[in-house]
């Protein structure tokens, strides 16, 4: 590898070619402020917060974009520097909703931050200021372009890294603005609602539709409230309480809920082991009969919009399963209804989510049985750490205690990884392997369908067959396995599509993590620790092997992939067309 040697504020320092300024003086332990760079998505020197001088140069250059080369001298903290960048920054704030104290990101906002530490007291530039009215039509996502700073990371990675390209900037000059096209509401256009713009905004430009209102309308009615948590939110819920990134805590977001007042604190994990049970005799079905192959993952609402809008002709490829949280939903209204004598009506399901497209698809007709929603609310993982802190609750000097019986207290480690991508394939291939085996499958850590890599393809034994199984995470990534499938380049059996990168636990409803962090810590890979950490602890590993999941076949469904199941439990998606100029 070729090295290029170079100084930085007179410190000598030496990189890899086509390193950049801004990561060259941070290899050196020297901060450079940045706002609209983030690592892997967003590279446009567009905000200028990170002028830097170069000895001879003409002009400041922005550090994210400026390549290093042999000898150069790189000043980042001189007079110039510093007044150019501050008045870049009032430039900004100038024109900026300034009402900090009623933002969603007061307190973990990067332009405040940056104003922190650049020491702004002052906005000397006051004058006309833009005004634009809040796009709340989405079920899931608000966008407020009062608090924009045309950084460009919702496009980038709207466009780059989702290939979804809703979103864009408009207009020049003073007008600029990030909007969709013919001035569309992001609930008209194909938005899938993964929330991932959310997830990469330094300021509250984008945020969650808030559905905690209706939570707590909830808990303070007559109504049976019921709640349930995804295997992501344990993994990332204790990073809003100052807890390490990756740090499990199950025990005690449990505790919590019981606190805020849910009369019973389920498992969604159990709705995995239900979605395995159905998915894998529907794949069975379809290897042993000629069905539509290869058969994709439906967990993912973002993913399946996304197949609804962009790739119609794979419609009758997707599973015909609900999501976990869909069927479990399902069963609480039915079997649970039933064995607690509670009218369904009288039941309200609230999920917690780490995803903002849950938000959409516990709206979506098809999964409401005889006009009864499957779950009534869902709030991500930010919304539960909110409704912790308004009540009053000291989260980190919670006692541990366990979910509920009967649909928590079981749950298998082949739930819990469905919160990172390849773990739906993973856990698939737990039970499909065993049941195509005849016989216990002891090799139950399937490391080949782990791991970050954007597409992994793989090929299992499973007793005298053999399943070729495809893992994507990001539509970036499900777009080019497509495609690579159209063209024949590609033949699988088994496919999970994910549809943000890392899976679950770095949806668009978790933790904000600043861009500043994730220049040193894969985020994804972090989260992904405890999870695994989680199935690897738990006695249970297979979903088969849930005695509630059996208890619930025997008692209530008959068998998996049966009438009673695929009334309860399965749907069906339609093409949606592409949006068109009205």
């Avoid at 890294?161 to 864009?168: E, F, L, N, R």
């Avoid at 954007?454 to 090929?459: D, E, F, H, P, T």
Wanted: aromatic fraction near 6%; include cysteine.
């Amino acid at each position: 590898m070729d090295m290029v040697n170079l100084k930085i504020n007179g410190q000598d320092v030496s990189v890899p070619a086509g390193t950049t300024v801004l990561e060259a003086a941070r290899s050196a332990g020297i901060e450079i402020p940045t706002l609209c760079y983030l690592k892997d998505v967003s590279q446009t020197g567009s905000c200028r917060m990170c002028l830097v001088e170069i000895k001879g140069g003409r002009a400041l250059q922005a550090a994210c974009v400026y390549p290093v080369a042999e000898g150069i001298e790189v000043q980042t903290n001189t007079p110039a520097v510093r007044e150019t960048r501050r008045a870049v920054l009032e430039l900004m704030l100038s024109n900026h909703d300034r009402k900090c104290l009623t933002c969603p990101r007061n307190r973990n906002c990067e332009l405040q931050a940056l104003a922190d530490e650049l020491g702004v007291e002052d906005i000397p530039y006051e004058g006309v200021r833009s005004e634009y009215d809040i796009d709340d039509v989405s079920p899931s996502i608000v966008r407020d372009n009062n608090k924009c700073v045309l950084c460009r990371r919702c496009v980038n990675v709207c466009k780059k890294i989702q290939t979804v390209g809703v979103i864009d900037t408009m207009e020049r000059g003073f007008k600029t603005k990030v909007g969709c096209a013919f001035e569309a509401s992001l609930g008209e256009v194909d938005c899938v609602n993964c929330g991932q713009c959310i997830a990469v905004c330094p300021v509250g430009a984008l945020r969650e539709k808030d559905s905690t209102k209706d939570v707590w309308e909830a808990l303070a009615s007559d109504k049976h409230v019921v709640v349930q948590t995804a295997p992501a939110v344990r993994a990332a819920l204790g990073e809003e309480f100052g807890l390490p990134m990756g740090e499990r805590v199950t025990g005690k977001m449990v505790a919590a809920l019981r606190r805020l007042g849910f009369d019973k604190v389920f498992d969604t994990d159990f709705g995995a082991d239900l979605t395995i049970m159905e998915e894998g005799t529907e794949l069975l079905h379809r290897i042993q009969n000629g069905g539509t192959l290869p058969m994709i993952t439906s967990c993912s609402p973002g993913w399946v919009k996304f197949c609804e809008h962009n790739y119609p002709e794979f419609l009758d490829n997707l599973s015909t399963c609900k999501s976990p949280h869909e069927m479990f939903g399902a069963i609480i209204k039915s079997y649970y209804a039933e064995k607690a004598g509670i009218d369904p009506k009288d039941i309200y399901v609230v999920s917690v989510m780490p995803c903002t497209a849950k938000k959409f698809e516990a709206a979506r007709d098809e999964l409401a049985a005889n006009g009864v929603p499957d779950v009534d609310a869902v709030i991500t993982t930010r919304e539960l750490a909110g409704m912790i802190k308004q009540s009053g609750i000291q989260f980190n000097k919670l006692p541990d205690e366990v979910f509920d019986s009967p649909f928590g207290d079981e749950a298998t480690g082949a739930g819990v990884i469905f919160g990172v991508t390849g773990g739906v394939m993973e856990a698939a291939l737990r039970t499909v392997a065993e049941i195509l085996s005849g016989k216990p499958v002891e090799k139950v850590d399937y490391e080949e369908v782990r791991g970050l890599d954007g597409v992994k393809i793989a090929s299992v034994p499973a007793g005298d067959k053999v399943i070729r199984a495809a893992v994507a995470h990001g539509l970036g990534n499900a777009r080019k396995l497509l495609d690579s499938i159209k063209a024949g380049e590609t033949q699988v059996d088994f496919i999970e599509i994910m549809a943000c990168p890392g899976g679950c636990v770095t949806g668009g409803g978790q933790p904000i993590v600043s861009s500043r962090v994730k220049m040193d810590v894969n985020v994804s890979a972090e989260r992904a620790k405890a999870i695994y950490a989680e199935d690897k602890s738990l006695k249970v590993r297979k979903s088969h092997d849930n005695p509630y999941i059996k208890q619930l076949y025997s008692e209530y469904l008959g068998e998996a992939g049966g009438h009673k199941a695929h009334e309860l439990l399965h749907t069906h998606y339609v093409a949606r067309p592409k949006y068109e100029v009205k």
